[in-house]
């Protein structure tokens, strides 16, 4: 069974930056939409980026608009969230999603298939 595996999370300083990876083994992804969810203790799961498959359109959440660059490299069949100016906020487990369409959603719900996260810790 197709499965997404996410890398790059860790312990950053408010200011700091982390880059995270999506990396899926079993299938490629190549045309398929690719989002960044993230989940804070005791929250909801939440949208944070999107890349449509051709990779020329991307989605963000607001609160992480100007800070967060999703990108992806289909030759090696990985997607990027670059994070910027990280806030005690953006802490969380960050998952990367895969949906079965080439177009972009930030509704948790339309996405097929989810890796099992990377936390990112950041602290004040």
């Known amino acids: 069974q197709a499965q997404l595996v996410e890398s790059g999370g860790g312990l950053v300083q408010a200011g700091g930056s982390l880059r995270l990876s999506c990396a899926p083994s079993?299938?490629?992804?190549?045309?398929?939409?690719m989002g960044w969810f993230r989940q804070a203790p005791g929250k909801e799961r939440e949208f944070v980026a999107a890349?449509?498959?051709?990779?020329?359109?991307?989605l963000y959440a607001d609160s992480v608009k100007g800070r967060f660059t999703i990108s992806r490299d289909n030759a090696k069949n990985t997607v990027y969230l670059q994070m910027n100016s990280l806030k005690p906020e953006d802490t969380g487990v960050y998952y990367c999603?895969?949906?079965?369409?080439?177009?972009?959603?930030?509704?948790?719900?339309?996405?097929?298939?989810w890796g099992q996260g990377t936390h990112v810790t950041v602290s004040s």
């Open positions: 999603a895969a949906r079965g369409s080439r177009a972009y959603s930030d509704s948790p719900g339309r996405y097929d298939y």
């Open positions: 079993g299938r490629t992804f190549g045309g398929n939409a």
């Open positions: 890349i449509t498959g051709g990779g020329f359109s991307t």
